[in-house]
């Protein structure tokens, strides 16, 4: 079993920087490759970045390329999304997800999530 857990989620205006982590716990937790997903009510869940282990690449989905940044800390299992530059789109719930496969865009591919952390910018 894996545990994730989020946090740094918060109300922030437009333009503005959010640090979200998440850290896995869990025998085998360092094994597994992790991804950030987002979602608003009544949509679909949508993946925005992923980190694989094993050869550090990293993975966006184009509307946050060149504002989010994703990174590991190897000794604490904890990967971040770093946001910068945050749109009023990005607004939803921000969730943690592994699996041991190769980072996928699909969410029904991962084993573990974590709870959500709420990000919303204003206007």
């Known amino acids: 079993q894996v545990q994730l857990t989020e946090s740094g989620g918060g109300l922030v205006q437009a333009g503005a920087s959010l640090r979200l982590s998440c850290a896995a716990s869990?025998?085998?937790?360092?094994?597994?490759?992790m991804a950030w997903f987002r979602q608003v009510p009544g949509k679909a869940r949508d993946f925005v970045a992923g980190?694989?282990?094993?050869?550090?690449?990293?993975y966006y989905t184009d509307s946050v390329k060149d504002r989010f940044t994703i990174s590991r800390d190897n000794a604490r299992i904890q990967v971040y999304l770093q946001m910068d530059s945050l749109k009023y789109a990005d607004t939803a719930i921000y969730y943690c997800?592994?699996?041991?496969?190769?980072?996928?865009?699909?969410?029904?591919?991962?084993?573990?999530w974590g709870q959500g952390t709420q990000v919303t910018v204003s206007t």
């Open positions: 980190f694989n282990w094993n050869d550090g690449g990293t």
């Open positions: 869990g025998r085998t937790a360092s094994g597994y490759n």
């Open positions: 997800a592994a699996r041991l496969g190769a980072i996928s865009y699909n969410p029904n591919h991962y084993d573990y």
